[in-house]
Each structure stands twice: as C-alpha cells, then as structure tokens.
C-alpha cells in the first residue's frame, strides 16, 4: 500500500510597494458606509482591516497617527494662547499657565 505524502504548499508573496498597500485602502466606499449601526460599520473596517496586507495597515495607523498628532499640536496652540479673564479687574490680561497679570495695550 502505497503512502501518499503531502507535498508543502508553495505561496508565491509578491513585494508590496506602498502604492500597491494604498490600492488596498480604496475597497471601502464610503457611500456604503452610510446608515449602517455602529456594529455593521465595525465588521466592515475590520474585514477590509483583516483583508489588508502589513504594510497597508502600518500605513493607515501612521497616517492616522499623523493626523491625531496634528490635531492635538493645533488644540495645543489653541490653548497656550493669552486668555483674557472677564472676571478680574478690566484691562489686565492674565497669560495661562503663570498667572502673571500685565496691563493690556501697554
């Protein structure tokens, strides 16, 4: 009787460049993603995620990455600008984080 040994199965993997990972991104249409529960809309994206190959998903959480540093350095520069306080005495501004008062237009 003859024994039949499997033979390992050879996978062709072919280099991906980022512009082939960014021809994975675009399979999501977004006018398919409206009105869908917050349920459906999570299989969906972790399906495409799933789908998608390493460097395509290193490359969506670095951009994403990039654009919540970004809003995050813009919320900062909102912040760290001088505030006037309405309810100290009028005309003295107050800068943020020292609390040093000087007068305004001075």
């Known amino acids: 009787m003859a024994t039949a040994v499997a033979q390992p199965e050879h996978r062709v993997v072919q280099p991906q460049t980022r512009f082939a990972a960014l021809a994975q991104l675009s399979k999501i249409e977004p006018e398919h993603l409206h009105g869908l529960s917050r349920i459906e809309l ?22 994403e990455d990039r654009f919540i540093r970004g809003e995050a350095r813009a919320q900062n520069k909102a912040l760290s600008v001088t505030q006037i306080c309405v309810d100290q005495a009028p005309g003295i501004i107050y800068e943020q984080f020292n609390q040093t008062p000087y007068l305004a237009g001075v």
């Open 42 to 63: 999570f299989s969906v994206i972790s399906e495409h995620w799933l789908k998608c190959s390493a460097p395509a998903r290193i490359h969506m959480l670095s951009s």
